[in-house]
């Protein structure tokens, strides 16, 4: 089956076409028939799955707002132990240079 | 429950995070339920889902203050959903090609459970025929590349729109359709040989679904 036509039979596997409709198909696309009816068996076979019902875990929002907070908990650690570990150089840095000779204070002209 | 449109969602989310949660609870509380049932029928075990669905909105949490379209919230979550699934599945295709070199025949990534719930109360012959047809599904679709199952799941499971699969894939229109086209094929030839039984029992039930 030629590349170019594949977009053609995926949207024809999805819908059911009126007889006229098929028929035009057939004749401008003959090579494409068993394509078209295997790929429309696979459409309607999975189709069916549409139905079953899927339940979210009961836990599941709990979970997810636990796993947040604590994210957003380390966050702050992190941001805290960022402030505090620049608190700490700046005050390092102050005692640093009080120790330091002051610079001579050059005489006014 | 109160319901908001996507971009007053996010708006209020901009607004009240990480302070105030509850803008972001009616988030979680209008998308979780989908979100979890793609991530369901991409993995086919609740295991994976669950794990990927709490990663969907983790993400979301972290990024929805920069989201710069409001109106897409929609798609974004699900591009998400989806591109986690094709993590996931590309990881556990890789790990399994590393540990088996032959194709899979069973079902031992999947819970098996895709299939609906039987409201008509069948005879047990019934019900284990469709329990077969289900196993057999459920192997088939994870025989598929990560790919394959994607858009199979999306467009024929999902009922999602081509252009909403090919935002969510960053693809363009036709060669999603080319994807989903091959990719039904491809599912078609797995299962025939995998499940031939199966598949002469759809025959019947489903002629009336030649396209004509």
Redesign the interface.
């Given at each position: 089956m030629a590349?170019e036509n594949?977009?053609d039979?995926?949207?024809?596997?999805?819908?059911?076409?009126d007889?006229a409709a098929?028929s035009a198909w057939v004749s401008a696309h003959p090579e494409g028939v068993s394509?078209?009816?295997?790929?429309?068996?696979?459409?309607?076979?999975?189709?069916?799955?549409?139905?079953?019902?899927?339940t979210?875990?009961p836990d599941?929002?709990t979970?997810?707002?636990q796993?947040?907070q604590a994210?957003?908990t380390l966050l702050d650690v992190v941001d805290l132990g960022f402030a505090g570990f620049g608190r700490v150089l700046i005050e390092l840095l102050n005692a640093f240079l009080s120790v330091l000779p002051a610079a001579e204070q050059q005489p006014a002209l | 429950m109160e319901s908001l449109q996507p971009e007053e969602l996010v708006r209020r989310c901009q607004q009240t995070l990480?302070h105030d949660?509850r803008a972001f609870?009616l988030l979680?509380?209008t998308y979780?339920?989908r979100v979890?049932?793609t991530a369901?029928?991409m993995m086919g075990n609740?295991d994976d889902a669950?794990d990927i669905?709490?990663e969907v909105?983790?993400r979301v949490?972290?990024g929805i203050k920069k989201i710069s379209e409001p109106a897409a919230l929609t798609s974004w979550i699900y591009q998400i959903t989806t591109n986690l699934c094709l993590d996931a599945l590309a990881k556990r295709k890789r790990r399994s090609q590393r540990s088996v070199s032959t194709l899979h025949t069973d079902d031992s990534d999947t819970d098996g459970d895709?299939?609906?719930?039987d409201r008509q109360s069948p005879t047990p012959e019934e019900a284990a025929l469709r329990r077969e047809l289900?196993r057999c599904?459920a192997a088939t679709l994870s025989n598929l590349s990560p790919i394959e199952r994607a858009v199979?799941?999306l467009?024929?499971?999902?009922?999602r729109s081509?252009q909403e699969i090919a935002e969510g894939l960053t693809m363009g229109?036709?060669a999603i359709?080319?994807r989903?086209?091959?990719a039904?094929?491809a599912?078609?030839e797995i299962?025939v040989r995998t499940c031939p039984g199966a598949w002469r029992a759809?025959?019947t039930r489903?002629s009336s679904?030649?396209?004509?």
């Open positions: 590349e594949d977009w039979i995926a949207e024809i596997a999805d819908s059911m076409l007889d098929w394509e078209a009816v295997l790929a429309r068996r696979v459409h309607v076979l999975l189709a069916r799955l549409q139905e079953a019902q899927i979210l875990p599941f929002q979970r997810l707002f796993r947040l994210d957003v | 990480p949660p609870e979680v509380n979780q339920a979890y049932a369901y029928r609740t669950d669905a709490q909105f983790i949490y972290h895709l299939m609906p719930i289900y599904i199979i799941v467009r024929d499971i999902e009922n081509y229109l036709s359709k080319m989903i086209h091959r039904r094929l599912f078609g299962f759809t025959e489903d679904a030649t396209p004509r």
